[in-house]
């Protein structure tokens, strides 16, 4: 169903729907959370007037599924904190929209959600970056930026997010924190550093940023602590799932922060969010990745020549009993399709993901509503499809030129107009019941 466009006529719509009786509380619950003064969409939709103003392209994008932003298929996997639209919602919103946009009574409520930028709950604590100038007509940049935090005494972390301040111009960010022992610190709560880079960290950098706490013992490191792609949201655990202890003394560090190329002159502030738990974290989480950078082969080989449409897949087998938490596909804007799945020894399939338009935009990383077993001896497949036709909106290059992972950089690029792909499973050893535990999140936002 989703994205044919056509909606069957449902007994629950109403005949003569109004905003006040029945659209405001759509809106407010699917919409406000984004379309909000400093929301992450460009626009805020607070006001009768501006949803009235828009009520034809309101009526076109829910329709065709494009808003709310999910790109996942809801009829192949469901998920935490789902976009979702109902039937009956998106025809309640046709009919309404076809009848003129009624506003109906007056003195109803229409609110925005708690105007926090988070997508898990209150944060705790709001950990500023330096800002970042950007210009009209920049090229791909990349940052190291730090910020360093000092508390009242070490607490446990049940989640971090972080949140740029307008929605788009990070492509990509990978966080670690480094843990100071007592009194070994030498810079001053508060400090943020940023420098500009065209590499992979290296001895000046470290240096240049104070990574390496001169003159005192190493700081211990988290790897990978949080991470950032357009348009994820937050993610926390029940208690005692996943999650850090920090030391009294820490910094959060983004050794590669990646702004897309800008066409206006802007500036970002990032923030990372953070979350504390009192409930010390007992089962560590890890990660495995399918594909570029990753434990398992791309085939064929990711080269997308100009003009075509190119199929891939890349296959793994655990040796292990997982539960599995999180997933992430990732692809850059060439990408068409998304699909994920793991076939048991026994044969049957585990469906993960299905995306069948990938949007660059909407790079979730998808929390399943109950952990999902996968047993030792099941092998992970990911199947991504990529257009590098001129038909795909999304294509960097006009005409379409011929599009690959590249390796010169040290590493997979990063580069958005290259292309990735990538599986990202966030899991933990198999404990039995797992497949009971609840991930919704235990605070939600209105
Ligand atoms: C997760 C955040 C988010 C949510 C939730 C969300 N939007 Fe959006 N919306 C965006 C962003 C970002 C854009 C601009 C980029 C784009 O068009 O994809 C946008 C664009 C739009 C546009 C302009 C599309 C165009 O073609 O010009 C409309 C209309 C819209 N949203 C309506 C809605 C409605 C109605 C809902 C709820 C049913 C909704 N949005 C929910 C983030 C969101």
Known sequence: MIGCGKVSEEKNVPSNPTFAEHIAPILAKN?????????????SLEQFSAVKKRAKTIAKVTLNRYMPPWPADPNYTHFVGEKV?????????????????VEGSVGYSYKAPESYRSSIRKPDLIIPFDTVALHEGDLDRFFISKAHVKLDRKRFVSALELVPSSMGLIHHANGHLLLYAEGSNTETPGTVRKMETTDAMNSNSFEKMKLIN????????????????????????????????????????????????SDTNTVDKAVLNVFFTETAPKRATGELMLGTNGVSKIVPPLVVPANKITKHSTRYTIDADISVLTINPHLHQLGKSFWAFAIKPNGDTIPL?????????????????TMVRIPAGSEIVAIAEFDNTAKNPYNPNHPPKTVAERWDYGGASMRASDEMFQFIITYTPYQKGDENISLERKTTKP
């Open 85 to 101: 639209l109902t039937e009956e919602q998106i025809a309640t919103i046709q009919r309404w929209v076809e009848q003129g946009a």
């Open 214 to 261: 001169v003159g005192g013992p190493l700081p211990n490191r988290i790897h990978s602590a949080f991470n950032y792609l357009p348009g994820v949201e937050g993610v926390e655990y029940p208690a005692g799932i996943g999650g850090y202890e920090v030391t009294r003394d820490f910094a959060a560090v983004m050794n590669d922060v990646h702004y897309g190329p």
């Open 31 to 43: 919409c406000l959370p984004c379309h909000r003064e400093n929301g992450a969409a460009p626009f």
């Open 353 to 369: 993901i299905r995306i069948r338009r990938w949007n660059f935009n909407w790079q979730y990383f998808y929390t399943f509503k």
